[in-house]
């Protein structure tokens, strides 16, 4: 039983408009938990531990909640820094994203990239995507639901799958604290975009509801400040009470896209195209949104195709059903 808490720093990795959350674990193998992007290393991790008196070379861990740029982009320039002697752990379902940068072409085609029809636009954000990565890393650890990470001590992280932000974003809550280091696996009401990112809305909601009732956090370290209700961003932080309200609020939210999704491509306005939002335009004019998809990060794209994909995927379920019925008859 672990009676010192454990210290735990949050470091604001800045790029852009943009600021992702990489946590530092004290432990007698220290970790960081994400990692921002290429130059995030220099620019803000070194500096935020020199100030806590911590040498980043003495980090042991480097723990990827998942694989996208904003948190893996950084890990091949920590990783340096340390010697190469820091372990490398992501989620065994995106290690290909630390292992081939082509892989996250790959994926932001099949996202975003596919309701981006000017491709002077796709070539620009796949530069950037690309040139946020310092490079590529074969991963020591591809770690999957149950596993444990033993930072020495008495100090270990479980992981918890929680997909549907990524398809295979996992949190590392510490034993003993049921302190959840969710990263984006919780989106809340959305980030700087207005839109949380979502993509695989069925997964997302079945992660919300394990934490809210299986894993009960009582802390809870998100990747990015999140919008509540109101549209104003929350700390990154959650303690206490808060985190419940955090969990709900983010299984409001699905709620609220999950029923916009369904009345507008079922009544087909999804047919015309929109000169920004494709075919989400009337979505887009129902909520507000008044994004811009063609700079990057854009949540909307790749969150109304994940629920238009569950759309789809329900009415595939429930022709079946029809058709087992009738079969019956
Ligand atoms: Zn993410």
Redesign the pocket.
């Known amino acids: 039983m672990i009676t010192n808490p454990v210290r735990v720093i949050p470091i604001e990795c800045k790029f852009g408009p943009i600021a992702a959350f990489a946590y530092y674990v004290d432990a007698p193998e220290p970790a960081i938990i994400d990692t921002g992007v290429s130059i995030s290393a220099s620019q803000d991790i070194e500096p935020t531990l020199a100030q806590h008196g911590i040498r980043i070379e003495d980090i042991r861990w480097i723990l990827l909640t ?1 694989g ?1 740029v ?2 893996l982009g950084g890990a091949y320039a920590v990783w340096e820094k340390t010697g190469r002697n820091a372990k490398v752990v992501i989620p065994k379902k995106e290690a290909r994203l630390l292992r081939d940068k082509n892989e996250q072409i790959v994926d932001y085609k099949s996202l975003q990239g596919k309701y981006i029809t000017d491709s002077a636009i796709q070539e620009k954000h796949i530069s950037m995507l690309t040139t946020d990565i310092g490079g590529i890393i074969e991963p020591d650890l591809e770690v999957v639901d149950g596993d444990s990470i033993h930072l020495g001590g008495d100090i270990t992280l479980s992981v918890i799958e929680t997909p549907g ?2 398809i295979g974003s996992v949190t590392f809550v510490l034993e003993g604290f049921d302190w959840a280091f969710a990263a ?1 696996a919780v989106q809340m009401y959305g980030g700087l975009s207005g839109m949380p ?1 979502i993509e695989n809305s069925r997964l997302y909601r079945k992660s919300i509801k394990r934490l809210l009732e299986e894993v009960r956090p009582k802390r809870l370290f998100l ?1 990015h400040p999140f919008r509540n209700k109101d549209g104003h961003l929350q700390n990154a932080q959650v303690e206490c009470k808060k985190v419940a309200e955090v969990l709900k609020a983010s299984l409001d939210m699905d709620t609220k896209l999950k029923d916009l999704v369904k009345r507008h491509l079922i009544n087909g306005r999804h047919a015309e195209q929109h000169e920004l939002y494709g075919p989400f335009g009337s979505i887009a004019d129902e909520i507000g949104y008044t994004g811009d998809p063609r700079h990057l990060p854009c949540a909307f794209f790749v969150t109304m195709n994940g629920y238009q994909e569950e759309l789809i995927g329900t009415e595939i379920k429930r022709e079946e059903e029809n058709r087992n019925d009738s079969e019956k008859v």
Do not use: A, F, I, L
Request: proline content about 0%; hydrophobic content about 0%; charged content about 20%.
């Open positions: 998942h996208h904003d948190h932000h990524s984006d990112t990747g």
